[in-house]
């Protein structure tokens, strides 16, 4: 299989999608800082609420 097949680039993209990962089209440097930090807020939350410890 050779890098930047058609196939090889759909099996990828399907497994990514299967991890829960979705694709943005229109991703800028700043709406990724922008989401990043709403997900380390978000995170953060949980892992507090869960009691989670760095051992």
Known sequence: MERGEPHAVAAVGGRLTQLGIE???????????????????KWRALVELAGAKID
Do not use: R
């Not at 440097?29 to 997900?39: H, L, R, V």
């Open 23 to 41: 694709k943005v089209d229109d991703s800028t440097p700043e709406s990724t800082a922008t989401f990043i930090k709403a997900e380390i807020w």
